[in-house]
Structure formats: C-alpha cells, structure tokens
C-alpha cells in the first residue's frame, strides 16, 4: 500500500485558486475511480472533482470553506501498489501565465522542502436524524442528559447508526446548551455557528463592496400598467404551444433596451480603479435570481438582438439552469445592467445595491389595484412602482429621473415599445 | 388517632413498592411502606418465585420419569416417585428466605413498614387498618404500587374447584386431572408443570392457538411439547361454567357444540387485573387509563406529588418493569431529573421450551414502518444445545435495513431465559448487528445462537 496525493487540477482558465464548498467523502471512505470526491468553487462556477484512481481517503487538504490553490494537495488516498505522497514532497503549483499576475496573494510559493500542511481531523458531525426517529444511545449517556438537562433528540450521534456518544453530548454541552433547572419555557442560548462560505461568501464580498464603493441613490416611479398587463394577457392567450409564458420582464427587457440607445451611460461599467467608464453597445441585463443557495444573477446576453419571445425563453432557461445549479460562469457574469424583481412579494418600495461595476439597476415592486383620477371619475388601474439604483458617481440625478421617466412612458404605452418612432 | 407524618409513604410491597423503598432510604428520605398481605407481593409470594421453584421441580420430576424409561443419556432410574408435600415445603422455603430478605433490606435503609390495609383518604393522607389499631400518615409523596391480582371469569368464579394461580402454587397434592383455562404464560407455565408432575392437562383457549400474544414460529416449539408431554389443546374453545353437579368444566367450542371436562381442580389464568379496588382511589379522582392508572413518562398521576408504578399503570405487566419504574420515582422524588426511556422490556415464557421477546417482533417493526432485515439461528446447528439436548428452538434478530440498528430479538429453547440479559443490554445499548457480530460469544454456549443469528442477519453466517 502507499499514498498518493490528488492535486487540484487546473479548472478553468485564468483560475488560480478555488476555494472548497463540498466534500462528498471523508477520512476512511473507500473511493472508486471516477467517484466524485468534492466540488470546488471558482469565481461563479462550481466543478466537481472525480478520483482519478480507487484507493481510501487518508487526509482532507482544507475544510470546506478553504481556499486552494492549483496545484495543491486536495486530498490523500492511501492506494494498492506504490505510492507517490511521501516519496516526494508535493511538487510547487504550478501558476499559468496569466494567473500569477492576477492573484499572486493568496498563494505564496512553497519552499521545496516544506512539508505538507497539516490534515484537518474529520468533524463531529454525524448525519442529522430524520424527523420523529428516536435518539439511540445507551443508557448512562441518557441519564447524564437528563440530568444536564439536555433534550438527546437535538444531538447529533457520530456512533454507528447514528447512536450518540458521550463525545458527542460533551461537544453539545460545550455549546452552551445547558438550560436552566425546573423552568417551564427554557431559554433557549444556542448559537449556531454558519460558515459564510462558497456562494454566500462571495455575495457577500460583492454586496459589501458595491456599498462601500458605489454612491448609490434610489429613485421611485409609479407605474400604470394597466395597457401592459392586457396586452400580455392577450399574448399569453394568443400564444403557440412551446412559446413560454410571458412575465412583466421580457417587456421591461425590451423597454430597457430602447430606452438605453438614448441613455448610453445607463448601460456601462465603471472601472473605478482606472477612472474609466465603459459604455457598452450590446445590452447585458442581469437578472437577479434567487436559488437554494443564494443570490445569483444569470444574464441574458445581447437583449438589444433579441424579440419579446426570445428574451422571455432566455431568461425562463436561465433562471432554471442557476437554480439547478447548472449555470456555467459565461452565464453567470458580463451582464452591463440589471433588473431585480421579487414578483408578489416585491413590496411598495425597494433600494436595490448595485450588480457593480454596473451603473444602473431596477427594481420591479408589486402590481396592485389602485383608484386612479381621470379628472372626471375614479376608475380602477392596475398600478406597479419601479425603484432603481443608480451609481451618483458618474450617473447624475436629473439623468436618471429622465431615464426612468422614458422607461415609465414605454410601459404605459406598451405599442411604442415595439414601434419605430 | 395518632397521625403519622413522613415524606414519602408507599401502598403496596411488591418488587414495585420495596425497590421504591430501598432506593428512597438509600438517598435518605424519610419512607414508611404499607404492605396488607406479603412483603415481596405477587411476585415472590404467588407468582413468579414459587411458579419457577415448582416448574423446576416439576422438570426434575420429569427427566427422572423419563430415566425410568428409555433415556437417552443412559441413566436408568427406577420407579421414580415424587412427595409433593415437601416440594412444596422447598418452595415455601425458598420464598420464605426472600421475604425475609426484602424485610431485612428494608430494614437496613431505614424504611418504615407497615402492616395493614390503606385507605387514600385525600391526595396526600392514607388510614391503614393495622394490627395495632387504626393510624393514619400523612405524607408529601404517595406511590401507588398496589399490583394486580388474578382476572375472575364471570361463568367461573374462583372458589371450590375453580382456582387462580396463586391456589394453584400452593395445592396440598398434585390434581389428577387439571383443566387450565387460558393458553397464556400463566396458565401454559403451570400447566406445563403440573403435566410434568404426572397430572392429566387439558387448556382450553379462546383465541384460536397457544400464547396469542406472540408469533407463531416463537409457539410453535412450545406447542409440540405440549403435545409430547400429553397435555389436550382445545383451542378456539370457551369456558361456560361448572356442569351441574360441580366436577366438570363445560366448554363450548367454536361450531357451538359442549363437551364436558371432568375435572379435579380447574385453573383459571385468563389474564390479571389492577388492583385499585378498596384504596379509596375514588376519592382522588385520578385519570384513568381504562382498567388503569394513567401515568406519564415520569409514573406521575393526574395529581401532584402522587405517582402509580407497576401492573397498576398497565402492561407489561411484569416485575422487572415495576422495579425499574420504582427506582426511577425514587429519584425524582430525591429531586433528580429521571424519565422512563427504556427501549426495551424483556419478557419470559418460563414454558418448556421458554420464550425470550425483547424489543420488537418483525411483524411489529414492519408496523411501526420500519424496513427490516431478519434472520434466525437454530439450535440444531448449535453444539452446545446438542449436548443438553436442547436442539428446540432458535434465536432470532430483527434489525432495521439501513442502518442494522437491532430492534427486537426472540428466542425459543430450553434454558434461554438467561440469555435474556445479553438481549436487553443489546437493544438498550444500541448495538447494531455488526457490534453482535463483532463480539466473541463462548464456546460452546447457547449464547453462539445470538452471534449467528446476527452473523445471519448481515449474510455472513458461519455454521449453517
């Protein structure tokens, strides 16, 4: 037997470091060629790693949430035959070209003779037990949780089958879970602690940085609808099978587009580091996205090339694919303006955060019915606010109010977004 | 009257009622424990003591009537004969030793006992009836442990012929000719006895087989040895009473049609009931539980600071759990923070061959919506029963699918009642079957039967 080290491979161009959102193995697991051994995250897109040969996992190179680069050691497997990991130290990644320049930070090279960094030791962690099963453990470790006051069904067992340990009901206590004696309603002091790692982190990151970066400022315009909302109810009706369903956004999409060839400042991004802002000609929108794992904004390309149906399907197919998971990093980046729409649940008002180095984003609010004076009577219109961000850094308020203006005039009067005037 | 007051005060000295005292005197909490009939109850004093000293005795009996015949170890006994006056002065010497040792156990944690019948007067305050006169204690705690006693059949009350189990443990001479009506433990164990001892047995059930409460394949060994040792199975049979003239039980069975069962002495072991008559428990309103006392997790009743442990609080209806429910009350008396969170209470058919169930029966686990492996062992394939020649029976494992944690583990032999302790540390522990597997059993044991049967279970046997 002897161990073999399973490097990070080279994972896309310009990539010179992942970080690790999941293992699917562990210390002690036998792996078979091919098995997926963890997925690893780089900018926007997720790969998974297979085992290039069958052995048994010995170590883990990082815990989740960790950073590699490539090149480095991802795990170990202890394997038939001979091995390769101590015969020689791990070899130094190997940075590309391109990718020395752009992250030289975080991965200094290794001095040969370095030895390989320390394994982390598997976590107690055992499989969360399915609702209403019974907690199994023996019976000293059940009475030292009476008496601790501890309630075993909300502690994990790393034994066998699940069965929990006194190890286990040790690291529960440590927790700071002990409740107090004889009270009816226990307070409840647990802190759990969430790893902000993988997609979160970089939301996070991005979120942070726009704020702390962009000068943001809000404008809110209302809307009637009402024409708009006949006329896509009209289309929907009138539509093929295999045409998708319309939405209120393929018709903001084609609103943007036009009302962007007036206003080029509102389709650009602003690199701030070179004081240089890019007007693009092709409109990129983004479109926030929410999925099991966090905010994700996939991005209909070139909308000012594509009709009403097509941006509808673009954007029904994208918005699938992020929440599967499956959305590749060409579909997940270069958008140059985005909408955000959180449908009913969209509120009267919102102050979106700009997708940066975007200048420019709109917020759909919700659709309601509300009286409206014609100067003779009242009569019910379907009425929906547009809150939009905009970047006070090089997009000026008298610009932005004319911007929306333009857009809310579409909207109203839904012919002229598709007429040449 | 003089009143008595003590922190704790407990009606019934059953194995219930005197593990309650013992631990409560062991934690030094002032107890007094009122007892109207036996120190040790039912158990030690008409149940379960003096029904295993007699079924051992009835065993011995037996093998040597079969020495006397063609034995197969070749030992040849002549003309066997049995006194049963002093079986059952060995009996009585035996419950006798531990009746004094439950007093001298109680004694030595400084329990106060009582002799006398005890009467709730409110929640907190009993009247006893005892030889000195009439006292009445008041107390903070009150643990009901007044046990049950022998179910009576309404066409065949107990009097004369017709005799309960505790009778039936203290007959002055073996009866000619037994007629046992119900095919439970109870009556299956004694009348197996009394078979045994050369007596004429005939049990009549209702349900349509022996031991309805347990599965076929665990009934079936006991069944043939009922059969071999000359006892009549009617079953799917009704008792309808005493034919006229007083010497025959009449049944009726199942197409409707009587027949009538001279009998010397008939033993009505049709189940047993709560003792909560004469307590003035109606004075406490208590919630009940059909028959029973209604407790929860803690054996507290429907009313603070009054508990019920033992046959009172409903089935099973056994020692071992009354026992542990005493000792758990003690403890939370004592102010400990306790809850019954047994996985497990074994039971014992002290039949021949005896019955071991801890846990669940497959068919009860597929109920409870588990997926399940299960798998037995035989005797026959194991040495050790071989040279008792104890080859009835096996061992059998039921273990969830996914995970092989064991739920319930059965077994049918001769002598296996002792392996029930490697049955309940094993649910108890949560083994699962490859911890079973992994464990080195003796050999050559009975005990191997378990290692195989899990061994069997996960498709690794070895001798089979």
């Known amino acids: 037997m002897g161990l073999r080290s399973i490097r990070l491979p080279d994972v896309g161009e310009g990539v010179a470091e992942a970080e690790v959102v999941e293992w699917h193995v562990k210390v002690g697991d036998h792996v078979r060629e091919d098995q997926t051994l963890a997925a690893v995250m780089t900018d926007k897109a997720t790969v998974e790693i297979p085992a290039p040969f069958d052995g048994t996992v010995v170590a883990l190179g990082a815990e989740v949430g960790g950073m590699l680069s490539v090149g480095a050691e991802l795990l170990r497997l202890e394997v038939a035959g001979e091995g390769d990991a101590e015969a020689a130290p791990a070899p130094k990644p190997q940075p590309r070209a391109e990718s020395k320049a752009e992250a030289p930070r975080s991965h200094p090279a290794e001095p040969e003779d370095e030895p390989p960094p320390p394994m982390r030791t598997p976590s107690r962690l055992g499989p969360p037990r399915p609702a209403g099963e019974k907690p199994i453990a023996s019976p000293a470790l059940r009475r030292r949780a009476r008496e601790a006051g501890v309630d075993l069904r909300q502690v994990r067992g790393t034994g066998p089958a699940g069965r929990i340990e006194h190890a286990d009901l040790d690291a529960f206590l440590r927790g700071g879970a002990a409740a107090p004696a004889g009270a009816r309603r226990i307070a409840n002091t647990t802190v759990e602690e969430i790893k902000v790692i993988g997609l979160r982190r970089r939301i996070a990151q991005k979120m942070a940085e726009s704020k702390r970066r962009a000068a943001h400022f809000s404008y809110v315009e209302e809307i009637d609808v009402t024409s708009l909302e006949d006329l896509r109810a009209h289309l929907n009706a009138q539509a093929a099978d295999g045409k998708p369903k319309l939405t209120l956004l393929p018709f903001l999409m084609q609103a943007l587009v036009r009302t962007v060839a007036d206003f080029p400042q509102m389709n650009a991004l602003y690199d701030d580091d070179a004081e240089i802002v890019h007007r693009h000609g092709g409109v990129h929108i983004g479109i926030a996205t929410q999925t099991a794992s966090g905010l994700m904004v996939p991005v209909v390309r070139h909308a000012e090339a594509r009709d009403l149906w097509d941006c509808a399907a673009e954007m029904q197919r994208l918005a699938e694919a992020a929440r599967a998971g499956q ?58 606010n547009l809150s939009s961000s905009f970047d006070h850094r090089v997009v000026d308020g008298y610009d932005a109010a004319q911007f929306v203006q333009r857009i809310k005039s579409l909207l109203e009067a839904p012919a002229t977004i598709f007429i040449e005037v | 009257m003089p009143e008595i007051r003590t922190k704790v005060l407990i009606i019934g000295g059953g194995p219930g009622g005197y593990v309650t005292a013992i631990r409560l005197g062991q934690l030094g909490i002032a107890t007094m424990l009122v007892e109207r009939a036996w120190l040790g109850g039912t158990c030690l004093n008409v149940g379960c003591i003096p029904s295993k000293a007699l079924i051992h005795a009835a065993e011995a009996f037996e093998q040597a009537v079969h020495q006397a015949g063609t034995d197969r170890y070749g030992i040849r006994v002549e003309r066997p004969s049995i006194d049963f006056g002093r079986t059952m002065e060995w009996k009585d010497g035996i419950v006798g030793r531990l009746k004094g ?25 009993a009247r006893v009836e005892s030889d000195t006169g009439p006292q009445v204690i008041k107390a903070e705690h009150v643990v009901l442990a007044t046990g049950s006693v022998p179910a009576p059949l309404t066409a065949l009350p107990f009097g004369g012929r017709v005799i309960s189990s505790s009778e039936a443990l203290s007959l002055s001479d073996v009866p000619q000719r037994l007629v046992v009506v119900g095919a439970g433990y109870i009556g299956l164990e004694l009348g197996t006895a009394f078979a045994k001892l050369g007596s004429k047995v005939t049990v009549v059930e209702a349900e349509d087989r022996i031991l309805p409460a347990y599965d076929t394949e665990l009934t079936r060994p006991v069944a043939r040895r009922l ?74 009743t429907s009313m603070r600071n009054v508990w019920a442990i033992g046959d009172l609080t409903g089935e099973p209806m056994l020692a071992h759990r009354a026992m542990a429910q005493g000792e758990m009350v003690a403890e939370i008396i004592a102010g400990q923070r306790r809850a019954f969170d047994k996985v497990a209470i074994p039971a014992i058919c002290f039949t021949d061959p005896e019955v071991v169930t801890v846990g669940l029966s497959p068919e009860k686990a597929r109920k409870a919506g588990h997926e399940i492996r299960v ?9 050790r029963a071989l040279t008792l020649g104890a080859e009835e029976g096996f061992v059998r494992v039921t273990a969830r699918a996914d995970n092989h944690l064991i739920l319930g583990i059965d077994a049918v032999g001769q002598g296996i009642a002792e392996l029930s302790a490697a049955f309940g540390l094993a649910l108890e522990m949560g083994a699962r079957l490859e911890d079973i597997a992994g464990t080195i059993h003796a050999h050559p044991t009975l005990g191997e039967a378990f290692h195989e049967a899990s061994l069997r279970t996960l498709g690794e046997a070895l001798h089979i």
């Open chain 1, 327 to 384: 959305a590749g990093r060409e579909e997940l980046s270069g958008s140059t303006i985005t909408i955000t729409s959180l449908g009913p649940l969209g509120g009267i008002v919102t102050t979106p955060v700009l997708n940066r180095p975007e200048v420019a984003i709109i917020g759909v609010n919700r659709q309601v019915v509300r009286p409206h004076w014609t100067g003779a009577q009242f009569v019910p219109r379907k009425m929906m």
């Open chain 2, 101 to 125: 040792g439950v007093a001298a156990l109680l004694k030595k944690h400084g329990v106060k006992t009582l002799a006398g019948h005890a009467t709730m007067l409110d929640g907190k305050t």
């Open chain 2, 227 to 300: 059969g071999a040792l000359g006892v009549e199975m009617l079953a799917a049979t009704r008792a309808r009473g005493l034919s006229p003239d007083g010497e025959a039980l009449v049944v009726e069975f199942a197409g409707g049609t009587e027949r009538r069962l001279p009998a010397d002495k008939i033993l009505v072991a049709i189940g047993r009931r709560p003792c909560t008559e004469g307590l003035g428990l109606d004075q406490l309103d208590l919630g009940m539980d059909g028959a029973f006392i209604r407790i929860d997790e803690r054996c507290a």
């Open chain 2, 375 to 383: 798998a037995s062992f035989p005797f026959q394939a194991n040495g």
